[in-house]
């Protein structure tokens, strides 16, 4: 399974951005995908999860009511559209996958990591 990030890049504040991942190999329809972060010199952090099953989505604090993650495991994809972006969400996105999806999605005990894409958001 490997996995690919796009679509990051310099936006101003305020701005959106939306980040895809698509999926090489096999899909898990019954576990979870979800979007992490990692700014220069802080622990990756959880931005966004959906569960398979039931579509259920997850969000951090941060991240709630500005983005938003969608998907289709059967294409392989998941997405973030993000709004309202601030310099604080200046980072390297990283999307994840897992086979089991019990469990908070915020822990980084994932399957299979993509290699991360770069959100630059200028004041």
């Known amino acids: 399974v490997q996995l690919q990030a796009s679509g990051g890049g310099l936006v101003q504040t305020g701005g959106s951005l939306k980040l895809s991942c698509e999926t090489s190999?096999?899909?898990?329809?019954?576990?979870?995908m979800s979007w992490f972060r990692q700014a220069p010199g802080k622990e990756r952090e959880f931005v966004a999860g959906?569960?398979?099953?039931?579509?259920?989505?997850y969000y951090s604090g941060s991240a709630k009511r500005r983005f938003t993650i969608s998907g289709d495991n059967a294409k392989g994809k998941v997405y973030l559209e993000m709004d309202s972006l601030k310099p604080d969400d200046t980072a390297v996105y990283y999307c994840?996958?897992?086979?089991?999806?019990?469990?908070?999605?915020?822990?980084?005990?994932?399957?299979?990591w993509g290699q991360g894409t770069q959100v630059t958001v200028s004041s």
């Open positions: 994840a996958t897992r086979r089991d999806p019990r469990g908070p999605l915020a822990d980084p005990n994932y399957d299979f």
């Open positions: 190999g096999r899909t898990f329809s019954t576990g979870a």
């Open positions: 959906i569960k398979w099953s039931d579509l259920t989505t």
